[in-house]
């Protein structure tokens, strides 16, 4: 039986806006908006346990840091609590000279003159009034017409404008919010705010332009429809220019950031977000996504996200919220691939990088911009579980113990590493991944151990054609029978290898051969790589590892000749 989810008419598509022409497909962003942090009202109402007085005033010194010129620090009139903390704002000076504050506050007098009460004293401040404007809110919860809610927003304003006043010092800005203005008639938005504008009058100039900010209350259209929103207004709406045209996003469809970016690209001039996205019901605009979307384009953000990790942590501390580790840009596991092929592109990308300059074009595989630039290390990168490929593996080893396998040997150590998360069913520590590599290559001991090596150097007569040769002595054990073998070779491993046809072990040649050196100085020891090819046909990989080269191939051929699949 076909289960299915009938709407049945009780959902209705968006009404599309009556736009043609449109413009905002064929532009582009190319600089930073006006940005108006709003977590210290919005994000901290959404708070299951809103942050103190002591913890706010930590937040607000971190959202100046960030860079962030205009902040809503919340709704003085609202609770003893608001009124004290925008007073402490002001008289323990937190507020620099280039900030602003702004209040928000409902087209009500007495809340009006109380919110200017509570700003004396600051240099600059954003005085945010609103009233909601919508169909359903104008039916349920006012029960008034249209004129009448037109009315209440011009009866604010003038209000406003009477307790002018009050703000002695104080430089003031007007912001006008028509609440809801996502499902409000689009031409009866303009005509409110129209009003608006009309009754502040002579107040604003080009110094003090009027922001209008346009709240998608809850997020109901399209992304493509909201544009069509915003560029209707930008071009319907009188003096423009005059005007600063704001967007103020919520996420009730998941589209919070492509809404407010297609916004940008209709004409809005300033953005009104939280950090991370905090926000009532499904979240406010994430503030440092659309930033970073913005950098990665090339664009300066004129937000300072270069620590990134110490910004999360003081976020998650003083909100008691946690960031998703699939967050962009800003969760744990943003810069981590478990994928195999993934793994593979990021390794040889990252090694095609080094040594380039800091402004070289990036283009590493997988991922979009260098983790270093937001404060993020390289090392967690790529982590490793059972979906886990060669690369990823080969990556944790070089990165971590420089050891630079050869590509030959990736596919063996990918399907140990590979089984090894199976039987773990959980992601593997680089310490971890290491073991399997030395239990399997490095420590064996069995079927061939050496237990003693000595070698002398026969040189010829000097200016003779006589070759160099090495005399190469050995104790050692098969299937824990003891053999003292010897022979003579052009170097130690010629000279141990064809010892080693004096025991039971198979008989076999070296097919591929490699070695690097690991560290500086007295530190320093070698890193050797064989592939043996035994008379059955059959090949298998060693490592040998010693500080005398000599002797890290002769360990690699014991390493491959104990090595069990």
Not at 111 to 131: D, Q, V
Not at 251 to 258: F, I, L, S
Not at 440 to 462: A, C, D
Not at 474 to 496: C, Y
Request: charged share 25%; glycine share 8%; net charge negative.
């Amino acid at each position: 039986m076909k289960v299915s989810m009938n709407p049945n008419g009780k959902y209705r598509p968006f009404e599309a806006v009556p736009i043609k022409n449109r413009k905002w497909p064929d532009n582009v962003i190319t600089k930073a908006p006006i940005w108006c942090s709003v977590d210290l009202r919005d994000g901290n109402q959404a708070l299951i346990n809103p942050m103190s007085v002591e913890q706010k005033l930590e937040f607000f010194d971190l959202l100046v840091k960030i860079g962030f010129k205009e902040i809503e620090v919340g709704f003085p009139s609202a609770s003893d609590t608001e009124f004290n903390f925008m007073r402490r704002l002001i008289e323990e000076n937190h507020v620099p000279e280039d900030v602003s504050l702004q209040v928000l506050c409902q087209a009500r007098e007495h809340l009006i003159k109380r919110t200017f009460e509570s700003l004396k004293g600051c240099k600059k401040a954003i005085f945010h009034l609103y009233n909601s404007t919508s169909p359903a809110q104008r039916k349920y919860t006012f029960n008034k017409s249209k004129e009448e809610i037109k009315q209440i927003a011009v009866d604010g304003i003038r209000c406003v404008k009477s307790c002018l006043s009050m703000s002695e010092g104080t430089d003031i800005r007007l912001e006008y919010s028509p609440e809801s203005f996502s499902t409000t008639e689009i031409d009866y938005a303009i005509e409110v705010c129209e009003a608006v504008v009309k009754e502040w009058g002579d107040a604003a100039d080009e110094n003090h332009k009027i922001i209008l900010n346009l709240p998608t209350t809850v997020e109901c259209a399209l992304p493509n429809q909201f544009a069509d929103q915003i560029e209707y207004f930008c071009t319907h709406i009188s003096n423009r220019d005059k005007l600063i045209i704001s967007l103020h996003n919520h996420n009730d469809r998941g589209e919070g950031v492509a809404q407010c970016e297609l916004g940008l690209l209709a004409g809005a001039d300033r953005v009104e977000g939280c950090l991370f996205g905090n926000g009532e019901r499904t979240g406010n605009l994430d503030i440092v996504t659309v930033g970073m979307n913005m950098y990665t384009q090339g664009v300066d953000p004129e937000l300072d996200f270069r620590d990134m990790p110490g910004l999360a942590e003081v976020y998650t501390r003083l909100t008691g919220m946690e960031i998703h580790p699939r967050t962009p840009y800003s969760g744990e596991l943003v810069f981590t691939a478990f994928s195999g092929s993934h793994q593979d592109a990021i390794r040889k990308g990252m090694a095609a990088r080094a040594g380039k300059a800091d402004n070289e074009y990036w283009d590493v595989p997988y991922l979009t911009f260098d983790p270093h630039d937001i404060g993020r290390q390289y090392e967690g990168i790529i982590r490793i579980n059972s979906q886990s490929g060669k690369g990823g593996a080969a990556y944790i080893l070089e990165h971590d113990y420089c050891i630079q396998m050869p590509k030959g040997m990736l596919p063996a150590f990918g399907a140990l590493i590979k089984n090894a998360a199976d039987k773990a069913q959980r992601e593997l520590q680089p310490a971890e991944i290491y073991k399997v590599f030395e239990e399997t290559w490095i420590t064996t001991k069995s079927p061939l151990n050496v237990l003693e090596i000595t070698e002398r150097h026969i040189e010829g007569e000097r200016n003779s054609d006589s070759e160099d040769m090495v005399a190469g002595m050995a104790t050692v054990e098969w299937d824990g029978k003891k053999f003292a073998i010897a022979a003579n070779g052009n170097g130690p491993l010629d000279a141990f290898v064809t010892a080693l046809k004096q025991t039971p072990a198979p008989k076999f040649t070296i097919t591929s051969f490699h070695e690097h050196s690991v560290g500086e100085g007295s530190n320093t020891y070698a890193m050797a790589y064989v592939l043996i090819t035994k008379e059955d046909g059959s090949a298998s990989w060693g490592v040998g590892k010693s500080s005398n080269v000599g002797r890290a191939g002769i360990a690699a051929v014991v390493s491959a000749l104990n090595y069990k699949e």
